[in-house]
């Protein structure tokens, strides 16, 4: 068999607690009608005194629970945080691998923002090439907004949800199969997003200010200020480009793009879904768009919460090819497929 040859065992995930978006839209924003446009119903919010590393851990133990693997016989822990750190000069990769009993498993923490989750099948197919002695993977991402950083319902035209997935990777395993992943980099956007304050750039916020009175989206508008017409075709980029990593795993791995049958995008509002489905041909119902209202946006961890949610339902079948995709922070495009 090929030594990146590895499919999915089982898949977990783990959500904070429900919230309804129009009975409290107003307690985050002082607009909530444009929120309620987004289209979303509900989102997740974990409880107070839970940290992302506990909110991973209970996904990565549900998902070893599945799959009947102990955690001392992984051979490699991966973490996709797409949070902000709980501390500075901290690994929530090898802190997550305590909190589950991973004994001296190496591991390995991708902070690519929303990217992380997908673009890590590409990283594991390393580990599995390499390493003809690994035999099992776990992947975790995890999401979970720090409100003292960000504000859930203004960073972006997403709204901030807390979850995570796990997933149990197993070489040799025929089901959910990896088949591709592809990324595309555009580095002159890098600066987009961020939270300004906090870190080495500007540790601290001038006085009378913070992180909470920035408008991300805001930033990115003034970025484009002098050039309108750049903004509009950065705008058109947007899904031109997840079209093109889209096409290019198919490629890379001789799927007629036809043949997927689901694609799962990130938690976005229903409007960009929907400009999504349209620009790589797949119908909107084929897509993540009915379960985006009420899981509202879990960062990276959004592909495979929703994966999850079908394989329970048991709405995949054998011969499916599911696409997850989405774009992030850095600006990265990305696109991993999985057969069933």
């Given amino acids: 068999m090929p030594v990146t040859d590895f499919g999915v065992l089982a898949v977990a995930h783990a959500l904070g607690d429900p919230r309804d978006v129009a009975a409290t839209?107003?307690?985050?924003?002082?607009?909530p009608d444009r929120v309620?446009?987004?289209?979303?119903?509900?989102y997740h919010r974990a409880p107070e005194g839970t940290t992302p590393t506990a909110l991973a851990a209970r996904a990565a133990e549900k998902a070893l629970a599945k799959a009947g693997v102990d955690p001392r016989d992984l051979d490699l822990v991966v973490v996709a945080d797409s949070s902000v750190p709980e501390y500075l000069l901290w690994d929530t990769s090898a802190a997550v691998a305590r909190a589950i009993g991973?004994?001296?498993?190496?591991?390995?923490?991708?902070?690519?923002?929303?990217?992380?989750g997908v673009t890590a099948f590409q990283q594991i197919a390393g580990t599995f090439a390499t390493r003809p002695d690994a035999d099992t993977v776990l992947l975790v991402a995890v999401n979970q907004v720090s409100e003292a950083h960000t504000n859930r319902m203004r960073f972006n035209t997403l709204l901030g949800s807390d979850g995570a997935a796990a997933a149990?990777?197993?070489?040799g395993h025929d089901r959910l199969r990896w088949l591709a992943t592809e990324q595309l980099t555009d580095p002159t956007y890098a600066d987009f997003y961020r939270v300004e304050y906090g870190g080495a750039g500007a540790?601290?916020?001038?006085?009378g200010t913070g992180n909470l009175d920035i408008d991300p989206?805001?930033?990115?508008?003034r970025h484009f200020r002098r050039e309108p017409e750049h903004l509009a075709r950065f705008v058109r980029t947007l899904n031109s480009r997840v079209r093109t990593v889209f096409e290019d795993a198919c490629d890379r791995s001789g799927i007629d793009p036809g043949r997927v049958t689901r694609f799962l995008y990130l938690n976005d509002n229903q409007d960009s879904?929907?400009?999504v489905a349209k620009a790589v041909g797949v119908p909107l119902d084929r897509t993540n768009a009915e379960l985006a209202k009420d899981l509202g946006h879990c960062g990276g961890a959004d592909q495979l919460i929703c994966l999850d949610t079908l394989l329970e339902r048991g709405e995949l079948a054998e011969g499916d090819v599911v696409a997850l995709?989405?774009?992030?922070i850095g600006m990265h495009w990305y696109c991993t497929l999985l057969a069933v």
């Fill in 25 to 31: 839209a107003a307690d985050h924003v002082d607009d």
């Fill in 217 to 221: 989206l805001a930033l990115v508008y």
């Fill in 168 to 171: 149990v990777l197993r070489r």
């Fill in 36 to 42: 309620l446009l987004w289209g979303y119903r509900g």
């Fill in 325 to 328: 995709a989405g774009l992030s």
């Fill in 273 to 275: 879904l929907a400009d």
């Fill in 102 to 116: 991973a004994d001296t498993a190496p591991t390995l923490l991708l902070s690519q923002g929303c990217a992380s």
């Fill in 203 to 207: 540790p601290h916020a001038p006085e």
